[in-house]
């Protein structure tokens, strides 16, 4: 069994940092891919960014570009999401996900683990 842990969210107000992490546990399995999404009241989980196994290949969606960055270390089994540049709009529950491929995904039925969520709250 793999287990996916979320650490470092919280509140922060506009325009400051977070930085969060993805710990793989258990039966760590490799080569995977693995991506942050997040889910706010009332709308839908969208994808925030995802990476492939060798961090080579990233993807965000344009309403994060230019302020966070997905990167990863292998020998830690470790997925991090850095933040900046924080907009009150990015408050959501932050989860990571991860599957047994090489390459980039980007839509949420190709994961399937998950973590149970980081609370990321910005205030204006």
């Known amino acids: 069994q793999v287990q996916l842990v979320e650490s470092g969210g919280g509140l922060v107000q506009a325009g400051g940092s977070l930085r969060l992490s993805c710990a793989a546990s258990g039966r760590t399995f490799s080569p995977y891919g693995a991506g942050w999404f997040r889910q706010a009241p009332g709308k839908e989980r969208e994808l925030v960014a995802a990476i492939n196994w060798s961090g080579g290949a990233t993807y965000y969606a344009d309403s994060v570009k230019g302020r966070f960055t997905i990167s990863r270390d292998n020998a830690k089994n470790t997925v991090y999401l850095q933040m900046n540049s924080l907009k009150p709009e990015d408050t959501a529950v932050y989860l990571c996900?991860?599957?047994?491929?090489?390459?980039?995904?980007?839509?949420?039925?190709?994961?399937?683990?998950w973590g149970q969520g980081t609370q990321v709250t910005v205030s204006s």
């Open positions: 996900a991860a599957d047994n491929f090489l390459a980039l995904a980007t839509t949420s039925d190709r994961y399937g683990y």
